[in-house]
T-cell receptor, first 112, second 115 residues
Framework: DAKTTQPTSMDCAEGRAANLPCNHS???????VYWYRQIHSQGPQYIIH???NNETNEMASLIITEDRKSSTLILPHATLRDTAVYYC?????????????FGGGTRLMVKP | DTGVSQDPRHKITKRGQNVTFRCDPI?????LYWYRQTLGQGPEFLTY????????KSRLLSDRFSAERPKGSFSTLEIQRTEQGDSAMYLC?????????????FGPGTRLTVL
């Protein structure tokens, strides 16, 4: 699976949009981009995934560049409860073990 | 609450003791995963079951680590002769199978402290 690069930490004001970038310049054509987050003392939680088109659900939007080498997770109206570590993961459909390979993630701090 | 439960939530043990953790996945999920997470790091994949078959175990950290899923429902992860370096959060996840995409639902984890 392709490696991802994310900023170590970011701050966001409550009520504003949080834009979390992810670089995956070595992504292959069949690899999906997944986003999970982990709130302190909890297990990771799935947010959204996509292949090449932009995606939106009740939690967030995922914008993938046309060349698929980077993506941005958007939390449209961040709340204090969105403070968490956000992981961008690139994964092929059928990798060995169906594993998720987590990097260090981005620690998002939402401030009042 | 994701529907995945883990027991115990916390375990303190002395070096050299054996420990066993249990994971109960979402009932209709046939895939079950174990991960380990050390402080400040992302989760690290350990092993994976589809039903009762352990299809990937090459990432288990040493032969002191073993996992079972005897009836394709709950799973146990055992660590024998624990070492201080085994102190970590052990996470279980489950997912449904069949298609290429399968969201993994994680439990709350078992935090192990080896003294």
């Amino acid at each position: 699976d392709a490696k991802t690069t994310q900023p170590t930490s970011m701050d966001c004001a409550e009520g504003r949009a949080a834009n979390l970038p992810c670089n995956h310049s070595t992504i292959s054509g069949n690899e999906y981009v997944y986003w999970y987050r982990q709130i302190h003392s909890q297990g990771p939680q799935y947010i959204i995934h996509g292949l090449k088109n932009n995606e939106t659900n009740e939690m967030a939007s995922l914008i993938i560049t046309e060349d698929r080498k980077s993506s941005t997770l958007i939390l449209p109206h961040a709340t204090l409860r969105d403070t968490a570590v956000y992981y961008c993961i690139v994964r092929a459909p059928y990798n060995a073990g169906n594993m998720l390979t987590f990097g260090g993630g981005t620690r998002l701090m939402v401030k009042p | 609450d994701t529907g995945v439960s883990q027991d115990p939530r916390h375990k303190i043990t002395k070096r050299g003791q054996n420990v066993t953790f249990r994971c109960d996945p979402i009932s209709e999920h046939n895939r079950l995963y174990w991960y380990r997470q050390t402080l400040g790091q992302g989760p690290e994949f350990l092993t994976y079951f589809q039903n009762e078959a352990q299809l990937e175990k090459s990432r288990l950290l040493s032969d002191r680590f073993s996992a079972e899923r005897p009836k394709g429902s709950f799973s146990t992860l055992e660590i024998q002769r624990t070492e201080q370096g085994d102190s970590a959060m052990y996470l279980c996840a489950s997912s449904s199978g069949g298609v290429s995409y399968n969201e993994q639902f994680f439990g709350p984890g078992t935090r192990l402290t080896v003294l």
